[in-house]
């Protein structure tokens, strides 16, 4: 059974990665300070090619739910 996340107006699946720009609005806080989070090691992410991606239990954590 998969737990779904609801963002503005739409459900996305538990564990889809988040683009920056998408994780960043969902956590109320703007892509440049994310970006300083990510620069600094402080948040883990994915890249796929030039593609950064922040994984689900990344924003999870970041936002104080479930996730390591």
């Known amino acids: ?3 779904e996340v609801q963002t503005a107006g739409s459900e996305r699946p ?3 990665p988040w683009g920056v720009a998408e ?4 956590l109320g806080i703007s892509a440049r300070t994310l970006w300083r989070l990510i620069d ?3 948040v883990k992410v994915t890249r796929l090619g030039r593609r950064v991606l ?3 239990a990344e924003v999870r ?3 104080g ?3 390591k």
Do not use: N
Request: aromatic share 4%; proline share 5%.
């Open 61 to 63: 954590r970041l936002a």
């Open 54 to 56: 922040v994984p689900d």
């Open 1 to 3: 059974m998969s737990k």
């Open 23 to 26: 994780a960043a609005t969902f």
């Open 40 to 42: 600094a090691r402080d």
């Open 14 to 16: 538990a564990g889809k």
């Open 65 to 67: 739910g479930e996730g």
